[in-house]
């Protein structure tokens, strides 16, 4: 059974500094892993999808990169601002092809 | 991204009835869905899977009698909690993907429906 831990659990931060988010997953034979968002009382937005085959993704100031084979990713966002503060899940794609789900980093930046 | 609805966003209900969500894919066809259920200050757990025209897949522990799920179209399924009671209140999520590939695919989620049952 997967299991993904995220460290840390909560980072608060003052905006314009650049956020460092680390996922383990303990099952290295992972298909892909997807980094979402979550506002408080909301569903989970798609921030990037890495596949196994990948090092690294971008997309704007976020970036994420895989080590699969160490079982860990880490996602960095880039010039921090009020917005962005939410939690962030991390969740591999295992062979069974179900997303795991760590119990998430909760991000507050603060103006 | 592609787009993801459910209905309703929040529903209170007496105990001993029945609810339905709906969850509904906009922009795409959704041939795998996916049911979570989270409580509060925890992460997502899943409840089942399911394949447009076939039989959902149940997680351990998840009572297949209790929730029904129901995925008619490449864009809805529909998730029936029977005869709900206090305990079923959760914050309810479910998820779809496209293609054959469900392996390689991004998932993507809907809004959630928040449970409330008195």
């Known amino acids: 059974k997967q299991e993904v831990t995220q460290i840390p659990a909560a980072l608060s931060v003052p905006e314009g500094e650049n956020l460092v988010l680390n996922c383990s997953f303990t099952d290295s034979a992972i298909y892909n892993l997807q980094w979402f968002r979550q506002d408080p009382g909301k569903g989970l937005t798609s921030l990037l999808l890495?596949?196994?085959?990948?090092r690294e993704q971008t997309s704007g100031r976020l970036n994420a990169s895989l080590d699969k084979s160490s079982g860990r990713s880490t996602l960095y966002i880039a010039a921090s601002q009020p917005g962005d503060s939410a939690t962030y899940l991390c969740a591999p794609r295992s062979n069974d092809y179900k997303l795991s789900f760590g119990a998430g980093t909760t991000v507050t930046v603060r103006a | 991204g592609a787009v993801v609805s459910q209905h309703p966003s929040w529903v209170i209900c007496k105990s001993g009835t029945s609810v339905k969500i709906e969850c509904r894919s906009l922009?795409?066809?959704?041939?795998?869905m996916f049911w979570y259920r989270q409580f509060p200050k925890q992460s997502l757990m899943l409840m089942a899977t399911s394949n447009e025209g076939s039989k959902a897949t149940y997680e351990q522990g998840v009572e297949k009698d209790k929730f029904l799920i129901n995925h008619a179209s490449l864009t809805l399924s529909t998730l029936t909690v029977t005869s709900a009671h206090p305990e079923d209140s959760s914050f309810y999520i479910c998820?779809?993907?496209?293609?054959?590939?469900?392996?390689?695919?991004?998932?993507?989620f809907g809004p959630g429906t928040r449970l409330t049952v008195l």
């Open positions: 890495i596949q196994s085959s990948q």
């Open positions: 922009d795409f066809q959704a041939t795998t």
């Open positions: 998820s779809a993907t496209s293609g054959g590939a469900v392996r390689y695919n991004e998932q993507f």
